[in-house]
């Protein structure tokens, strides 16, 4: 069954998310993703900035670390990775966390109304490896700190409000972050081997101060139900919060994690996977595994960073692999959407769309040099299915 046979009418609330155009296949289970041709067809040679784009598509360079952000005086921060953009009058921001231990952090740039850069400044400082995040309802940036028994710290794209560390969202290794405004939740994934999915319940939807850490309990296979359990200690000590819960589901290395339309897809790095819920019939299964592919060379290797646009399309970064990012469609189809050339040392981080789904923005974090001093930060313009 296609994604896009879901009937909406099985939408609690009939509520669509954002970012959440077309509807992904629901109850029933069918095959993952399977190579075929893209909706923005082959990639072109490379580009004044190294990367293979479809036609019709350009890039430029936004900044870079350890370099001033053209027409400011912030310095760019080292190994760019998460990031989302928000809307800002008739421009808009887009925020990056730095993963670098000690230092961490995240920057933001601003652009007006014709994507010119206006400004650029700090919005965290002094915290551990900023890996992953994600963006609030009430737009703020969940910065995530992948180290052990590490923190979520909620951020101010605009730098007006001091960063709050959110403890009640408990401690462990966090990557990346969804939130569901449904079900008045955020889903959490964790970079560890044998990391678990979690999610946060606010005991105030738009309020993070408070609130209750969940498991998700499931058994061993690929798909089936699943079910929440609580975390009895989230400050993970002495007993990591992924064994506290007899039953909850192990994932080998949580990355990202996208939500639209009653659904979250997260990624797992060490099988390199795509899993998606199915959160009106609590059922799980892949959107894609590499492992599965029946015909051809895998496209996406290295599963990282995940996003979505508008039409429904997720968008996946590579980590290694051949430093591309992947589009998987609704109609369960993955391709190479663009690629990096000359620097299979780094990987590819944060990519988020701009608030009219016109420009991509995401990070290539070590460069040409391999070095997280080295970190570029890009965008891509074209046209993008709405």
Known sequence: MERRTFLRATAIGGTSAVLGGTLWRGAAYAAPAQPGTGPYGPLGSPDANGIRLPSGFTSRIVARSGQTVPGTSYTWHNAPDGGACYPDGSGWIYVSNSEINPGGGVSAVKFNATGAITGAYRILSNTRTNCAGGKTPWNTWLSCEEVSRGYVYETDPWGVNAAVRRDAMGRFKHEAAAADPVRKVIYLTEDESNGRFYRFVPTTWGN??????????????????????????????????????????????????????????????????????????????????????????????GVDNITGSSSGDLFVAEDGGNMEICVITPDDVIAPFLRIDGQSGSEITGPAFSPDGSRLYFSSQRGTSGSSSGGITYEVTGPFRT
Do not use: I
């Open 208 to 301: 993070l101060s408070s609130g209750t850490l969940q498991v998700m309990v499931a058994g061993s296979s690929t798909s089936g139900s699943f079910s929440w359990a609580n975390v009895p200690d989230p400050d993970g000590s002495p007993t990591s919060t992924r064994t506290q819960v007899s039953g909850s589901k192990s994932f080998n290395g949580g990355e990202g994690c996208h939500y639209a339309d009653d659904t979250v897809w997260f990624t797992t790095k060490g099988d390199n996977r795509v899993w998606q819920l199915n959160l009106t019939t609590n059922t799980y299964e892949l959107a894609y595994d590499d492992s599965l592919v029946t015909s051809g060379t895998a496209p996406l290797t």
